[in-house]
C-alpha cells in the first residue's frame, strides 16, 4: 500500500469552534473534526484525493479520518488535523512535565483508506474508553 511520510500538527479551527455550538454529536462537528487537512501533492503520492478517506498512523495509533483541502498554507510534508477525539487517537499523552501533551511535530504515514469507514465519536469513545471485561479478583473465585 503507498503511503507518505509526514510531520502531523494538531490544533484549534474556526470550524472546530463553530460545530461544537452545534453539539459534539451533531454532524457538522463530526465533518468538522474527524478530517486531516493535506496538500494536494502528498495526496497524489498515495493515488488519494481530497474528500477521500486516508489513514493517520503514528506510534501513538492509528485513525481513519477525510483528507480535505488545507484552510491554511502547509509545506509540502505537514498536515493538520483539529484537536478532537480522532486526533488523540494519533497523539501522545507524555507531557514531559508540562501537563499538556505535545500535538505539534508528530512523525506520521498517511496511507489511503477508500474502503474503510470513519468511525463516529460515540464509536471512538467506546474503542478509547470502554468498558473492559473485569478479571475476577482472587476472592471472588
Known sequence: MSSVQVTL????????????EQGKLSDFYHQSVAC????????????ASHGENVRVIT???????????????????????????????????????????SYKGTPATVQPAKDESILSLEELVRRSFGKKERRKSAAGR
Open 59 to 101: 506510534e501513538h495509533g492509528s485513525v481513519v479520518v477525510k483528507a480535505i483541502f488545507p484552510t491554511q498554507a502547509l509545506p509540502q510534508g505537514v498536515v493538520f488535523m483539529p484537536y478532537s477525539l480522532w486526533a488523540t487517537q494519533v497523539s501522545g499523552s507524555d507531557t514531559d512535565g508540562s501537563g499538556m501533551p
Open 36 to 47: 486531516c487537512e493535506i496538500g494536494a501533492e502528498d495526496l497524489s503520492k498515495i493515488g
Open 9 to 20: 500538527l494538531t490544533g484549534r479551527s474556526l470550524s472546530q469552534g463553530r460545530s461544537k
